[in-house]
């Protein structure tokens, strides 16, 4: 199966502690980007990245979040010092190009809990 | 910006009806695509159909269509012979042609009764 992969699925943390949620793009697919989707709602964009480059952040937090695509291995998005809001689901999406009328392929997503 | 606005955040709709699902949105770009994607209750996202903005036809995959209304700015999706597998929720989503990203509506939840 070549589709995309997130791991973990399911991730819980306490506050304070760091959360690392990876994603795999489809093959051959060198355009990730990381949504977040909060209870109840639609997903919202935070960063847009090419192997080894932060073309987009403009929906990152300014504080806490990071995101890496590099050359080798998968995106990580990185969470520092998580508080209860940062409850959510996380998506990771690919495409094998950035132009609009291509089709992002969605990951399962990662569900992070904040206890 | 793009902004999505999907109005109904909840329809029923009887086995084997058809069930429209409204879409509107507001866009400075020139050229755009409007997607919509179904979300099951396993929480998954999946696509379902895409409508360019210079399309000349509606879209249509399936058992989904797309009523694109360029001057309304709507894109409307159609949902025929419903099934109880259509249960879900589903996100109308658009991107620009100067974007990277999707922007999606909030959703709205459908209810397939048997």
């Known amino acids: 199966n070549a589709g995309v992969m997130q791991n973990p699925r399911h991730l819980v943390r306490r506050r304070g502690q760091e959360a690392r949620l990876r994603c795999s793009p489809m093959?051959?697919?060198?355009?990730v980007y990381w949504y977040r989707q909060l209870p109840e709602e639609g997903l919202k964009f935070m960063v847009y990245?090419?192997?080894?480059?932060?073309?987009?952040e403009s929906g990152m937090p300014k504080e806490r979040f990071s995101a890496e695509f590099p050359k080798e291995g998968p995106s990580i998005l990185r969470i520092q010092q998580v508080v209860r809001g940062d409850s959510a689901a996380y998506f990771c999406a690919s495409s094998q190009f950035r132009d609009f009328n291509y089709e992002q392929y969605f990951g399962p997503g990662t569900r992070l809990t904040v206890t | 910006a793009q902004k999505i606005t999907q109005t109904q955040p909840g329809m029923f709709v009887q086995e084997k009806e058809a069930v429209t699902l409204d879409c509107t949105y507001d866009t400075s770009d020139p050229s755009y695509g409007l997607f919509w994607y179904k979300q099951p209750s396993s929480g998954e996202m999946i696509f379902l159909i895409y409508?360019?903005?210079?399309?000349?036809q509606n879209a249509t995959e399936g058992r989904y269509s797309l009523n694109f209304q360029k001057a309304r700015k709507s894109a409307n999706l159609v949902i025929s012979a419903s099934q109880l597998g259509d249960s879900a929720m589903y996100f109308c989503?658009?991107?620009?042609?100067?974007?990277?990203?999707?922007?999606f509506g909030a959703g709205t939840t459908v209810t397939v009764r048997a």
């Open positions: 093959k051959g697919h060198s355009h």
């Open positions: 409508q360019g903005s210079y399309d000349q």
């Open positions: 990245l090419q192997k080894e480059n932060i073309i987009d």
């Open positions: 989503a658009m991107r620009g042609s100067n974007d990277y990203k999707l922007s």
